[in-house]
């Protein structure tokens, strides 16, 4: 509850920042705050409780989300440290939108009431446009924060319209009283579970409303691909769980072979586009839409293990996504081609000879992304597995591993390139700061790899 | 409680010498050694003791993941025993075979070497099926990341074809396990090793064929193979020493920790049929090392074939073909290593790994021309070597379960005696020629290296009943097992 | 006898009214759909959104009427014709901004399948429900909810407003 108020208030301070002569101030004071925001996110931790009038639930399950939203942006947000240089910037506009936007996730993961889920995406969602079009000059930029306004301003409509009908067979917008089918309104129910499950699906950039996802990740600037993979993705199942295991968990036999359809969709759409991507992000795009593959296996299984599941595969794609971002981020900073940043894939060449810091991050990333044992991504594709498995869907299982196979092949193109002796790449200076943020991703990542259980233990 | 120590110690000396021995080979190398040497020593002490009857000190039982059951169990027998104890000897005399030449980012090397290490440690002696399945993979990333940074760019294509096989194959594995896993609500292997006799015929056909593939991948066995002549001449010799010396173990332990015990009736269904494909990959492989010219290519096709006997011994089900095998992984090992040392050393002295411009070097290199000769008599099976007692063990064992199959493989000891005594006679005798002119002879540290191999080489032939009592009761515990069903 | 006048009255006008609203919705919609000029099409959403706003009055919300027609009459329909006639610049009258309908068999057919369910639920559910008397102070009830148990909601609306501020200020700046 607390990091709602810190962030809406920093929020604003942040803007009256944006007044004072000194911009420089801007950056340190925005980590600041949310670090505040952090602070205050743990002052409800073990005092579970439901606040103004069932609008949002605490417990510690929700409190270790935040904590994951809040660290999650911080570490990205470390990379935006000197931005003032570039013109476009507006850095106090630029990290309020950030703060907003985190009310917005949180309230992704702590809703009780549907209104708050809709605030919540909104929230997030228009931050999200805004900060796709943050670099005004880029013409792919304006086309991606145009192209992804239109798509999402249509999710919501979905998603609003199926919670209309939902509201109309329940007569309320609680999550908290289960549903079933039966009697006069299932009509009205059935197509409002369809409907918000395709607005929020929509958001995690699942197959097949995945449309968007290549060219926004290819337009918006790194730093907020790296957002938008991460924090949307990790708010948006967390939303997806609650909906499905509270209120349309009677729903199950329903919305199940809907769920295991996608789950296939998405795990080839994902996996075989990525394939042929010469634009590194472009293949985080497919990347990213494989994963909500993987992730949506987790909503197949038994409820109780599901929430750990998610948490912790988010944590780890997380980790290894701002990894991946942090450095083509750091590497495409002084490679400007036809006006534009340089972000195709043979940008990693010879980085191993140039900077072994930065290729030693971009292969843990990879390695963790393609699920190779030793690092955290394995220990998230077993817990899904796992899931999958105790409902019995071995033949998504068979699907997802094949799938798993085929993205060694898109992963290791970095790593094999960047392994390449030959190098197009001048030297390369990293920030103090960056390097912090490298440490921290990729030690992350190996030490979930080892002990999954710091992670699992929480909940 | 020792062997977490044997895992870890390796562990530490890869860290030590990757953070101390940076851009100083010599250093980096003999931290490396050193780790490696005293992890032999404690697993030496504690192989005493546990044939002594103290199997406390050589087992471990911590939960790992409490809530989701598994558990870092480990416990080791004659058979884990004995290839832990392989990888303990071979890992410090691959680390002794890079002595001569330069590797840049040598720390990074002999940090990935030991990494290896430990993770096959962790393999061999691994008791919960996600614990093994973990370690499994974990062991090929470090030997891929040799393969690929020190190789050129036809070794990383082919070491990544290598990786991408043997990835899809343990995925199939991991599926099976979830299966098992979630069948059994339990990771524990012995639990599911007394369930598994119970499980109905369908589920352990898939069970056995979804093992097999990813062990037979591993191996390689025949159709499987394809990845295995390339990476192993592309890549770079530490990276082909691990692989085949080491790695490919992993398969046909694989088989006998795992798909054996786990699909057992299935296992017994389909042994004739594996045996034949295993049976052809060893006459195939024996068939084609005859024609290859590159030294590398031509020992690679022999360690495929060889690879084939294992697979078919392990198969036999009974105690000698089995008991043979386990031999003969032992004596392959220290066997394939030796060889593509004598090549290495070839190579760095002349330049060359092609059979038709080398001869005429026991005239220059007397000392590398006897070292090759013994290791190369331990691979052709010669009585009083190494090689004779696994695989006269083997066709005995494959001639009772099949005489027709025994007697194809029995040929393949004249096969194998055809191309490797061509390999000596096109390398070794004639007439040198301006690249073997002037080859210095082996000394210091590569003559010790050859020596302890060459001294394994006779032990181990004259000797092998040591070994073979170390793992007589784990191979009889597993026939027990399978003459059950 | 006058009662029954006056009750008759009133339920032929509230027929009346509702056939009107509910042709001028339909109507002005599916005018919409197949017109080719974008100024008519303009002119067919407007009739469309007054006849839902009709229909919400009819209903005893009238909150909801007040407020459609306030942001959907007022706001985004001048918006609308603003755009039309800023971008419009044409001499003749073909030189108008052309509407092309894409996957209109698709989306017709979605869209009957809608109607056709929500009809089927509605007739079958017919009485069962019965609805709330309109309370006479609705939109004071409304305020008041808004500001007591509501208030999360408000006060999120603000920060979510604040965003599109924010955002829109940031485009538009240089």
């Known amino acids: 509850m607390y990091p709602i108020i810190s962030l809406s208030v920093t929020g604003l301070l942040t803007l009256f920042l944006g007044f004072s002569e000194n911009k420089k101030i801007v950056f340190p004071a925005s980590i600041a705050f949310l670090l505040i925001a952090l602070a205050t996110a743990f002052i409800d931790w073990n005092a579970p409780g439901f606040y103004f009038n069932d609008m949002l639930q605490v417990n510690n399950t929700s409190i270790v989300f935040w904590a994951i939203l809040i660290i999650s942006a911080i570490l990205i947000m470390g990379f935006s440290e000197g931005f003032e240089r570039f013109e476009f910037a507006q850095p106090a506009e630029y990290f309020a939108i950030v703060q907003f936007s985190l009310v917005g996730a949180i309230m992704m993961v702590s809703f009780k009431n549907l209104i708050m889920l809709f605030l919540g995406i909104e929230i997030l969602s228009v931050a999200m446009y805004v900060l796709t079009g943050a670099d005004k000059r880029n013409i792919r930029g304006n086309e991606a924060a145009l192209k992804y306004f239109l798509m999402g301003a249509f999710a919501t409509g979905i998603l609003l319209f199926g919670m209309a009908m939902f509201y109309g067979a329940t007569g309320t917008f609680n999550i908290g009283s289960g549903v079933f089918i039966g009697g006069d309104n299932s009509f009205f129910l059935w197509i409002g579970c369809t409907f918000m499950l395709i607005g929020m699906l929509f958001k995690v950039a699942a197959a097949p409303f995945h449309l968007w996802t290549p060219d926004v990740y290819e337009g918006a600037p790194t730093i907020f691909t790296a957002y938008m993979s991460t924090i949307v993705k990790t708010a948006g199942f967390v939303a997806l769980f609650k909906v499905l295991s509270t209120t349309f968990s009677g729903l199950q036999d329903f919305w199940w072979i809907m769920i295991a359809v996608l789950v296939t969709l998405s795990l080839m759409i994902g996996n075989i586009g990525a394939v042929s991507q010469n634009s590194f992000k472009r293949l985080m795009a497919y990347s990213s839409i494989s994963h909500a593959g993987f992730m949506l296996l987790a909503l197949l299984g038994d409820h109780e293990n599901a929430l750990g599941s998610i948490m912790f595969y988010s944590v780890v794609y997380t980790l290894a996504t701002i990894s991946a971002f942090g450095v083509l981020m750091v590497v495409s900073k002084e490679r400007i081609e036809k006006g534009r940043v340089y972000e195709q894939n043979d940008l990693f060449k010879g980085l191993a000879q140039n900077n072994g810091f930065l290729a030693t991050v971009l292969i843990i990333a990879m390695l963790s992304l393609a699920g190779i044992p030793l690092t955290g991504g394995f220990w998230g594709k077993f817990f899904v597995f796992r899931d999958a498995a105790s409902s019995g869907l071995f033949w998504v299982i068979i699907m997802a591993v094949l799938m798993s196979a085929i993205a060694i092949y898109y992963y290791f193109k970095p790593v094999l390139l960047s392994m390449s002796k030959k190098t197009s790449l001048e030297s390369i200076t990293i920030n103090p700061l960056a390097k912090f943020i490298f440490a921290i991703t990729t030690f992350g990542t190996i030490v979930l790899g080892i002990f999954p259980w710091i992670l699992r233990s929480l909940f | ?485 | 006898m006058e009662d029954w006048m006056n009750q008759l009255d009133w339920a032929w006008l509230q027929w009346l009214a509702l056939g009107i609203f509910g042709f001028g919705a339909v109507g002005g919609a599916l005018y919409l759909f197949f017109t080719k000029n974008i100024l008519y099409g303009a002119y067919g959403l407007l009739t469309s959104l007054i006849s839902v706003g009709g229909l919400f009055l009819m209903n005893g919300a009238e909150f909801l009427a007040v407020s459609q027609i306030m942001v959907y009459v007022g706001g985004i329909l001048i918006l609308i014709m603003f755009g039309i006639m800023l971008s419009a610049k044409g001499e003749k009258k073909e030189d108008a901004l052309k509407v092309v309908n894409v996957n209109s068999l698709v989306s017709l057919l979605f869209a009957a399948v809608m109607a056709g369910g929500l009809i089927f639920y509605s007739v079958k559910m017919g009485g069962s429900r019965s609805l709330a008397e309109p309370s006479a102070e609705q939109v004071q009830d409304l305020g008041m909810s808004l500001m007591t148990t509501q208030v999360l909601v408000l006060e999120l609306v603000g920060v979510l407003l604040l965003i599109v501020l924010i955002g829109a200020s940031y485009i538009a700046k240089k």
């Open chain 2, 1 to 485: 409680m020792l062997i977490h120590l044997i895992i870890l110690i390796p562990l530490a000396g890869a860290l030590i010498s990757l953070l101390a021995g940076k851009n100083n080979q010599s250093l980096s190398k003999n931290i490396a050694l050193l780790g490696s040497l005293i992890s032999l020593v404690v697993f030496i002490y504690a192989a005493i003791q546990h044939q002594a009857g103290n199997t406390e000190l050589l087992s471990l039982n911590k939960p790992w993941l409490p809530e989701m059951n598994l558990a870092l169990k480990f416990s080791v027998d004659g058979i884990s025993l004995l290839l832990i104890a392989l990888s303990q000897v071979l890992i410090p005399l691959i680390i002794l075979s890079t002595s001569k030449i330069e590797y840049h980012k040598s720390h990074l090397l002999y940090a990935l070497i030991l990494v290896t290490q430990s993770a096959l440690v962790g393999v061999f002696s691994a008791k919960d099926i996600f614990l093994f399945y973990f370690f499994f993979e974990a062991a090929l990333v470090p030997a891929y990341f040799i393969a690929l940074n020190w190789g050129n760019k036809e070794s990383s294509k082919a070491s990544f074809k290598m990786f991408i096989y043997t990835i899809f194959g343990s995925l199939i594995m991991l599926v099976a396990l979830v299966f098992l896993y979630s069948k059994g609500q339990t990771a524990d292997m012995d639990a599911l090793i007394s369930t598994a006799e119970f499980m109905p015929s369908g589920v352990q056909r898939a069970l056995f064929w979804a093992f097999l593939l990813a062990f037979a991948i591993k191996m390689p066995l025949f159709p499987m193979h394809t990845w295995q002549p390339d990476a192993y001449t592309t890549s770079p010799t530490p990276a082909t020493m691990l692989l085949s010396g080491l790695l490919s173990k992993m398969g046909v332990y694989g088989l006998i920790r795992i798909a054996l015990p786990l699909s057992p009736w299935a296992a017994e269904h389909y042994s004739v049929i594996v045996i034949g494909m295993a049976v052809i990959g060893l006459i195939y492989g024996s068939i084609i090392a005859i024609k290859q010219d590159s030294i590398k290519r031509l020992i690679a096709y022999s360690s495929f074939a060889h690879m084939g006997l294992m697979a078919a011994g392990v198969f036999s089900g009974n105690i000698e073909g089995l008991q043979g095998a386990v031999f003969q992984m032992l004596a392959h090992g220290v066997n394939a290593v030796g060889l593509f040392f004598v090549a290495k050393i070839i190579f760095e002295r002349t330049g060359s790994r092609s059979l038709s411009s080398l001869g005429g070097l026991n005239k220059t290199a007397p000392a590398l021309s006897i070292f090759f000769m013994i290791i190369l008599l331990g691979s052709v099976a010669l009585p009083l070597t190494n090689g004779f007692v696994g695989e006269f063990l083997m066709l005995k064992g494959l001639f009772e379960k099949h005489q027709l199959l025994g007697i194809i493989a029995g040929l393949s000891i004249i096969l194998g005696a055809v191309y490797m005594l061509r390999l000596f006679q096109k390398t070794m005798f004639g007439e040198s020629n301006e690249l073997t002119e002037s080859v210095e002879d082996v000394s210091g540290i590569e003559k010790l290296t050859l020596a302890i191999i060459s001294g394994l080489v006779i032990l181990m032939g004259v000797f092998p009943n040591v070994l073979l009592k170390v793992s007589e009761p784990a191979s009889e515990a597993l026939l027990n097992l399978l003459a059950k069903i």
